[in-house]
């Protein structure tokens, strides 16, 4: 028997949008290291927010076409426990992958900083600044990435875990 894949928009969609989120990630932790107000540490603010942008706009897409196109059936061999797990993380990083970008949107123009994407197409501003808000947003846009750090460890954990021990070929359908 053949395992189902993924379309291949699916399969680009799926590691381009996973290749931004750990790039903004990483420049995220990277940028708040940086002590003071630099040009360095500026362009990287920039540059995770563009990044934000980019992730939320491919995660409309994605949404998009997995509504229209959905996804392989699960093996037969994965426990029904297993396959509501899968679905139920899927669905938690789909809202992980759209509520990060929208925090870290939404604090920034608490925080008074509009965004400009690629710096040349500016982002509507949606709600006023507020210095009351920015610390609430900032704390949120931190904490929703913490968590999706560990459900995108549980995600890889559980792919490795399927090649490796199961051997069912459930992380090859998402490979290119």
Do not use: E
């Amino acid at each position: 028997m053949t395992m189902q894949r993924y379309s291949i928009p699916a399969i680009v969609l799926h590691w381009l949008v996973a290749i931004l989120i750990v790039a903004a990630f990483t420049l995220g932790l990277t940028m708040v290291d940086i002590p003071g107000l630099t040009p360095t540490k500026l362009k990287y603010f920039s540059w995770h927010k563009w990044l934000g942008v980019t992730v939320f706009a491919l995660a409309c897409l994605r949404l998009l076409w997995r509504k229209t196109n959905g996804a392989p059936p699960y093996p037969a061999s994965m426990q029904p426990w297993q396959q509501t797990a899968a679905h139920g993380l899927h669905i938690f990083l789909y809202v992980l992958i759209f509520a990060v970008p929208l925090s870290g949107y939404f604090y920034s123009l608490a925080a008074g900083v509009p965004v400009t994407y690629l710096g040349i197409w500016p982002m509507p501003v949606l709600i006023a600044p507020n210095p009351d808000l920015k610390p609430i947003l900032k704390l949120v846009h931190y904490t929703l990435n913490m968590i999706m750090l560990g459900a995108v460890s549980l995600h890889v954990l559980a792919a490795l875990k399927h090649h490796f021990i199961d051997r069912d070929g459930v992380l090859k359908r998402m490979l290119p």
